[in-house]
């Protein structure tokens, strides 16, 4: 029984340890504000900017966004559209 439970254990700290997208942008964000020396209020500012930044979509990504849009799609209708939009764009791309 005492087996049993220190493998549970041992699993929950191994599932538990892997890193969120959040705290990787968090690790990612410090990293570049150390990297640029700021503090203080800069610091706060630039965080505050780098945490609610959105990672920079590919062409394929904003040309299907603006597809739907032209669609005039919303919600999950627009969705759908942009997912199978992407996912044909990517089966017809060029492979290097």
Request: with cysteine.
């Amino acid at each position: 029984m005492k087996r049993i439970a220190i493998l549970i254990a041992c699993a929950a700290v191994a599932f538990g340890a892997q890193a969120t997208p959040q705290q990787d942008k968090m690790k990612a964000c410090n990293a570049e504000a150390k990297t640029n020396g700021k503090t203080g209020d800069d610091r706060k500012a630039f965080m505050k900017e780098c945490l609610a930044a959105k990672p920079a979509a590919d062409p394929a990504t904003a040309a299907c966004e603006k597809s739907a849009a032209d669609k005039k799609l919303h919600g999950a209708a627009a969705k759908s559209h942009i997912k199978k939009c992407t996912a044909d764009a990517a089966a017809s791309a060029p492979k290097s």
